[in-house]
């Protein structure tokens, strides 16, 4: 599926293939849901990327519909739209269930209790499978030519290493892994030489990041982003490396790339920005496309000049909105559209 000089990450294969799934043979309905079954529970770390961008995956689990989780019966529920947590018309539910077979769900007479009201989704939806109709293991998605066709050693050790990358690799440009075989050591290199990615993950959620990186980790953090960006992120807190961001200062221009690449990965970052008492209300900003508070100071002004337009002469009317779009329409192109922040821009 990849091709020459086209990135290819992992969330967005992913995407492509659930989306394969969903299309139906002419003249077939199309199916109700696509069931997603992971014996190991391997795609579990990267459940929270995947439903930044897709939000209509449900898990198989106890009930908790505020995280989309819960049992067989109320996954049931959710594709027959009964539960106001189900998704719009027009998108196909994703049945993410970890630690189940393929084959526990086709040997219907020996199916477990729990698992039977899923059984008959099988034949009203359809199992994501490969070709050969095994489920797709992490492994067998990132070598098949159906997913990111990549060279992996087929070790123990490389399998751990791999599984230990994962949440990274759903997010990385993986088209320079292609063209060599990939081993325990790569894979274990790709989590410690990626500053800009700790340094927005540390920003997004800097509680979660500090607690789950142990003194050792947490001192390399810290002398990698000294040595890449000059500062300490036991001195400068993140509220002020938020600023800097905006202000496009102490070269965080890598940083401020990756952010747009995905900013629904990094939800965290984009409410730092947004927040005028955290990075430094009123300071110079150079580039306007940066700065969420400029963008919700153009739609305030958007909304209002919309609003009067209705009582414009006809062409006077039309010559307001051509004006409006010339002054606005950039906007559409600005990250903050992408997270919802520009609907009147979008209008």
Request: hydrophobic share 40%.
């Amino acid at each position: 599926m990849s091709t020459q000089n086209q990135t290819r990450k992992l969330l967005e294969t992913l995407l492509e293939s659930f989306r394969a799934a969903m299309l139906a043979p002419e003249g077939y309905a199309p199916p109700v849901a696509i069931l997603w079954t992971d014996a190991e529970g391997q795609w579990l770390p990267i459940l929270p990327a995947l439903r930044a961008v897709f939000p209509w995956i449900y898990t198989l689990g106890k009930y908790s519909p505020e995280a989309k989780t819960g049992p067989a019966i109320w996954l049931k529920c959710i594709v027959d739209r009964t539960l106001p947590e189900a998704p719009p018309p027009g998108e196909t539910p994703v049945l993410y269930l970890p630690h189940v077979r393929r084959q526990d769900l086709r040997a219907a007479g020996d199916c477990p209790p729990p698992l039977q009201p899923l059984v008959e989704l099988q034949y009203r939806g359809r199992v994501w499978h490969q070709s050969n109709g095994h489920d797709w293991t992490v492994r067998a998605f990132l070598v098949s030519d159906d997913g990111l066709g990549l060279d992996i050693a087929a070790d123990r050790r490389t399998e751990e290493a791999m599984l230990r990358a994962l949440p990274l690799l759903a997010e990385i440009d993986l088209t320079f892994l292609k063209g060599r075989r990939l081993d325990a050591d790569d894979f274990d290199k790709l989590s410690v030489q990626d500053p800009v990615r700790d340094l927005l993950l540390w920003l997004n959620q800097p509680e979660t990041f500090e607690a789950g990186a142990k003194e050792a980790r947490w001192e390399s953090f810290r002398s990698v982003v000294k040595s890449e960006f000059g500062l300490d992120p036991e001195e400068t807190s993140p509220s002020e490396v938020a600023g800097l961001l905006l202000r496009a200062e102490l070269g965080l221009d890598r940083v401020w790339t990756r952010f747009v690449e995905a900013p629904q990965l990094y939800q965290g970052v984009a409410k730092l920005l947004r927040d005028p008492a955290g990075v430094g209300q009123g300071q110079l900003t150079l580039d306007p496309a940066r700065d969420p508070q400029i963008n919700e100071r153009e739609e305030s002004e958007l909304r209002q000049a919309l609003e009067a337009v209705p009582r414009l002469a006809h062409a006077a009317a039309c010559g307001k909105v051509l004006e409006l779009e010339a002054r606005h329409g950039e906007r559409r192109g600005w990250v903050w559209a992408r997270l919802g922040w520009s609907l009147w821009a979008k209008a």
